[in-house]
């Protein structure tokens, strides 16, 4: 199947250079990949899946901007991290502007993973969005794949969400520590009383009351 032409710069028209459009962020999470990470959940995706876990996340309309610099400063100040991942949203439609936090987070030793919708191969081709290759070049970890909800997975035996899914290790030093699973969840309570659900879609949980 051939991927149509996409115009890459469509959804960054409205976003200020060195800065991000996101839904939300975490400072500390561990069902989100290897360790104790930061979790940056972007703003705008096209694909609107059924089952969605977040579809606040589709639009593409200026939710949270934040500045590069101080999302930096912001995954730095908790010691405990050890990465941070990318998740939405679809975070290769703000491919250039997270390569740049990757590299700056990852010059202070910090590992950095990512999911999206897209294949490896659609990212690596022609019609990637703009900066794919630059954001694919600081990843230790990629999960791609949309979410398919007539594969779902919910296992202590699966790191991805739905059986189409792949986990791509570009740095061998995780070959090992795939040890999150489909079936984890977390509660963050927010300072406004608020509460993000983290981690992977359980029975128990609506679609509206989570970010993954």
């Not at 010059?107 to 490896?120: C, D, K, R």
């Amino acid at each position: 199947m051939t991927n149509p032409k996409i115009n890459p710069s469509f959804q960054l028209l409205e976003i200020p250079p060195g800065y991000l459009n996101i839904m939300g962020y975490v400072d500390r999470s561990e069902v989100n990949g290897p360790g104790c990470r930061a979790v940056v959940w972007v703003q705008g995706c096209r694909r609107e899946c059924l089952g969605c876990f977040n579809p606040d996340s589709w639009s593409f309309d200026i939710n949270q901007l934040i500045a590069i610099d101080t999302l930096t400063q912001k995954i730095l100040s908790n010691p405990h991290n050890e990465g941070v991942t990318f998740s939405g949203g679809e975070p290769f439609w703000q491919a250039p502007a997270l390569a740049e936090l990757a590299h700056k987070v990852k010059a202070q030793g910090l590992n950095v993973m990512s999911f999206t919708g897209f294949t490896l191969e659609q990212l690596q081709s022609e019609y990637a969005p703009t900066g794919a290759q630059a954001l694919l070049d600081q990843l230790d970890i990629l999960i791609d794949g949309p979410y398919v909800e007539s594969l779902a997975v919910n296992s202590p035996d699966s790191p991805v969400s739905s059986r189409n899914q792949r986990v791509h290790i570009f740095n061998p030093e995780f070959k090992d520590r795939i040890t999150w699973a489909s079936d984890q969840v977390e509660v963050h309570v927010l300072k406004d009383g608020g509460r993000i659900f983290t981690g992977y879609r359980s029975q128990f949980l609506s679609p509206e009351a989570e970010k993954h």
